[in-house]
C-alpha cells in the first residue's frame, strides 16, 4: 500500500501562493487516483482537487478553489503537488493528500472513506 508524506505548508499573507507537495512511496503511484483535502479548524473535511491515473491526468476540483489553485502529479517522481495562487484567509486548513488504487474521480470527491491511504498534513495558515 502506498505512503503519503506532505510537505510545504506554512504562514503566507492573503494573496500570496504557495506550493504543496506529496510523495509517495512504492511502485505503482501511476495507478493512483490522487486527492487534496483540507480540514479547517471546527469545520468537517472537504475536497479540494483530485487528478485521475488515467486518461492524461484529468483534474477537478471544488467550486471554492476553482481558477486559483493548479493539481499536478509528476509520476516519475511518485509526487503530486497543490499549486494554490490567490491565497485566502478561508483557505487556512490543514491540508491532506490521499490516494486511491485506479479509482473514479467521482468516488474519490464524493466518498473519501473509498480512499485506500491518506498523509499526515500540513498546516497552511492564510493571514489577512
Known amino acids: 500500500q502506498v505512503q503519503l508524506v506532505e510537505s510545504g505548508g506554512g504562514l503566507v499573507q492573503a494573496g500570496g501562493s504557495l506550493r504543496l507537495s506529496c510523495a509517495a512511496s512504492g511502485r505503482t503511484f501511476s495507478s493512483y487516483t490522487m486527492g487534496w483535502f483540507r480540514q479547517a479548524p471546527g469545520k468537517e473535511r472537504e475536497f479540494v482537487a483530485a487528478?485521475?491515473?488515467?486518461?492524461?491526468?484529468?483534474?477537478y476540483y471544488s467550486d471554492s478553489v476553482k481558477g486559483r489553485f493548479t493539481i499536478s502529479r509528476d509520476n516519475a517522481k511518485n509526487t503530486v503537488y497543490l499549486q494554490m495562487n490567490s491565497l485566502k484567509p478561508e483557505d487556512t486548513a490543514v491540508y491532506y493528500c490521499?490516494?486511491?488504487?485506479?479509482?473514479?474521480?467521482?468516488?474519490?470527491?464524493?466518498?473519501?472513506?473509498?480512499?485506500?491511504?491518506w498523509g499526515q498534513g500540513t498546516l497552511v495558515t492564510v493571514s489577512s
Open positions: 487528478i485521475s491515473w488515467s486518461g492524461g491526468g484529468r483534474t
Open positions: 490521499a490516494a486511491g488504487r485506479r479509482l473514479g474521480m467521482v468516488v474519490v470527491t464524493t466518498t473519501p472513506s473509498a480512499l485506500d491511504a
